[in-house]
């Protein structure tokens, strides 16, 4: 079967110390289709629920008392969701993907707020900042998934205008 697959892929009469160690490792850890759909499917369905129990946390808590909790169940909640395409594209796709021209701000607005998030929540100590930057995640993750789906920018543009004007 390794003969088979190097024949294909134009690498027959190649060894394998002359391959590079990124290639080497890509062969042996890639993962058939259905694999990567399992992990996808779990890992973005644990991130959503993570984002869900840090939600019931907010809600069901005393005021103000466990803000911190949500902001941190809901940013790891997050990066559990956009990982969980690493599975689909693989990792280096995923981060051209990512930062694409059409992209590049909606990425970095949502990976700043991941960390602003975090930050607020711990070291500066501040609930009514985390809140913030959670709102300014989901707003960005909002535009950021919008993105994949063709002329949804521009439906959700010409919608807000319209309620504007």
């Given amino acids: 079967m390794d003969k088979l697959k190097k024949a294909l892929s134009g690498r027959e009469d190649q060894d394998d ?14 993962l058939s ?7 996808f499917c779990i890992c973005f ?3 959503v629920l993570v984002c869900v129990l840090g939600s019931v946390v907010l809600v069901l808590g005393p005021l103000g008392g466990n803000l911190k909790l949500f902001a941190v169940l809901y940013t790891i909640g997050n990066m559990m969701t956009i990982g969980s395409t690493l599975f689909l594209m693989g990792p280096m796709k995923q981060l051209s ?18 960390v602003l998030t975090l930050c607020s929540a711990f070291w500066w100590k501040k609930n ?10 989901f707003c960005a993750m909002t535009w950021y998934s919008i993105s994949y789906i063709p002329y949804a920018r521009d439906a959700v543009v010409k919608c807000f205008d319209g309620i504007i004007s």
Wanted: charged letters at 15%.
């Fill in 97 to 114: 993907n990512m930062f694409a021209k059409t992209r590049v701000i909606a990425t970095v607005v949502m990976l700043v707020a991941l």
């Fill in 33 to 39: 289709w259905a694999t990567r759909v399992k992990g």
């Fill in 128 to 137: 009514v900042l985390a809140l913030m930057f959670v709102i300014i995640q």
């Fill in 45 to 47: 369905g644990i991130g």
């Fill in 17 to 30: 110390e002359e391959r590079g160690f990124v290639s080497q490792a890509l062969d042996a850890s890639s």
